[in-house]
């Protein structure tokens, strides 16, 4: 074997994104099902009260290939084992769908949409979908006419959110900003399409960005947050810099990566 063949691959097998339902997407990158389970249980293990028995969606989108049904059931059965609960798996190829059919479990078409980005193809019109049902492609590329909307932009204004969001909770501010005029306790969550603006203490979840959009950002008085997001990338309070806590803070994304810095 080359040293290059051998080198070690530190990046990780699959990208965990979080939606705007409280539903995590596994976006699968590598195959490997140790890998993808360890590195579940590692998160169940970080954040119990996060991920664990959380639905999980699993998306093969990404591979070149299709799994069998013995190597997606054995990745099914390992998530099981390391704590999270899948529930479907993602909308793609007809090969995805007739897998979903031969495990038992669902193809949830629409919920791609909500994560990727503002390149995402548009729907094509009645016309062209008709000629690309007819049209013979690979089996590998050929993808059901049910193509995923662009990220919807916040609209003008902000909705208010004047009362505190109490455990078990969720505001959603569609369209638009939310602005939250009280505390955001522990096991609430807070989603907005657009930026998220919390003039008191963050202590459950915040999601910005809900539908794609990379430039919305959070901003909040006092930070003891759960989980924060921003178009899908996230960050639990365990993996956050114990100087941040409980300050003022603004969180953005940069290059992909979510970025949190305390505010003048």
Known sequence: MSPMNSAVNFEQAGELKIGQVGIANLRVRELDVARLVAEMRERVERAPKLFGRAAVIVDFGSLSRCPDEHVARALIDGLRGAGVLPVGLAFGTREIEA????????????FRAQYESAEATPEPAPREAASRRRAPEPAAEVVEPVAAPAPLPAAGGSQMQLQPVRSGQQVYAQGRD??????????????????????????????????GDVNARIFCREFNAELVAVAGQYRVMESIPA??????????????????????
């Open 178 to 211: 939310l602005t939250v005029c009280a505390m955001v306790g522990n096991g609430a969550e807070v989603i907005a399409d657009g930026s998220i603006h919390i003039y008191g203490s963050l202590r459950g979840r915040a999601l910005a960005g809900a539908r």
């Open 99 to 110: 897998l979903s059919e031969r495990i038992g479990l669902p193809l949830l078409a629409k």
């Open 243 to 264: 100087e941040l806590r409980g300050k003022p803070v603004q969180i953005w994304l940069e290059n992909d990566k979510l970025q949190i810095a305390v505010m003048a």
